[in-house]
């Protein structure tokens, strides 16, 4: 799965890292859902605008529409089109009749309830894409209130720390995978996800080395900003250890 889209080579979370993404042969897309000041889900990573825009301050302090009169930092690729913050819609408009999995990553500060778990889920279900998403969060607040609102939809629990208890928290709150950092993930902890009936996506692998060692372990998904290169790597073949 891309990292905010093909990330490594083009903008993070923009629709030529998800279109780029997808012509390299991508599984999957992972992005980022948050919302606006005026309530609309847009593709963005951080909390505030600085390190992504030309602009700074909180994204949920601003608008749509002021929103969508910045542009994207381009690093520096000449004869690149210029990119907007993408809404969920946009994305959706676009990847609703491909064979594309789409991990979405609720950013909340905190798991606080601001309505985004409900939105995402309407939205989901409006254009039938319930079989193609995953969604995520670092928070189990936002998961326990995901599978509430809809028990059927895949999910998964972010940790930036594997460990047994947070899979058994997992487990325990109804979730199908769980999102571990891969610096974090041993065979112990693959094995102890197994037992538990969870699948494991993992992030972020960048590395030739690293993504060949990956494929073998037994895991779901690799979540890479490189889709290039892992699907090199497939393409060539691999033997299952
Ligand atoms: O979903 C995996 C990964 O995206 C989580 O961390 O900071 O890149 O959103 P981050
Ligand atoms: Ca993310």
Same mark, same amino acid.
Not at 47 to 61: C, P, V
Not at 191 to 206: F, H, P, R, S, V
């Given at each position: 799965?891309?990292?905010?889209? =093909?990330?490594?080579? *083009? ?7 998800? %279109? ?13 859902? !948050?919302?606006?000041? +005026? ?11 600085? %390190? #992504? ?12 529409? /002021? ?12 004869? #690149? ?8 819609? /946009? ?32 939205? @989901? /279900?409006? &254009?039938?894409?319930?079989? !193609? @998403? ?19 939809? !895949?999910?998964?629990?972010? $940790?930036?720390?594997? $460990? ?30 197994? &037992? *538990? ?6 992030? $972020? @692998?960048?590395?030739?080395? +690293? ?14 900003? =490189?889709?290039? %290169?892992?699907?090199?790597?497939? +393409? ?6």
């Amino acid at each position: 799965m891309a990292h905010r889209g =093909f990330s490594g080579k *083009y903008p993070e979370n923009t629709m030529i890292a998800f %279109r780029k993404a997808y012509e390299v042969g991508a599984d999957g897309i992972e992005l980022d859902a !948050q919302l606006t000041k +005026d309530g609309t889900i847009v593709i963005f990573h951080d909390d505030t605008l600085e %390190r #992504l825009t030309s602009d700074k301050g909180q994204l949920t302090e601003w608008t749509l529409d /002021e929103l969508k009169s910045l542009s994207i930092n381009s690093k520096d690729q000449e004869g #690149l089109a210029e990119q907007k913050i993408p809404t969920l819609k /946009e994305y959706f408009e676009w990847m609703q009749d491909k064979n594309l999995l789409t991990n979405i990553e609720l950013k909340t500060v905190n798991g606080n309830d601001i309505g985004l778990e409900k939105k995402v889920l309407k939205m @989901i /279900e409006e &254009y039938g894409l319930e079989k !193609q @998403i995953i969604i995520s969060s670092f928070h189990k607040e936002n998961m326990i209130r995901v599978k509430k609102f809809n028990a059927t939809i !895949q999910t998964g629990l972010l $940790t930036s720390k594997c $460990t047994k208890q947070i899979i058994q928290k997992a487990k325990e709150i109804g979730m199908d995978y769980i999102h571990p950092n891969a610096l974090s993930l041993n065979e112990e902890l693959i094995e102890y996800a197994d &037992y *538990y009936d969870l699948k494991i996506n993992t992030w $972020t @692998i960048n590395e030739k080395l +690293d993504l060949e060692k990956a494929i073998n372990v037994g895991i779901n998904a690799i979540i890479t900003d =490189f889709p290039d %290169r892992l699907k090199e790597i497939q +393409d060539k073949g691999y033997v299952e250890m």
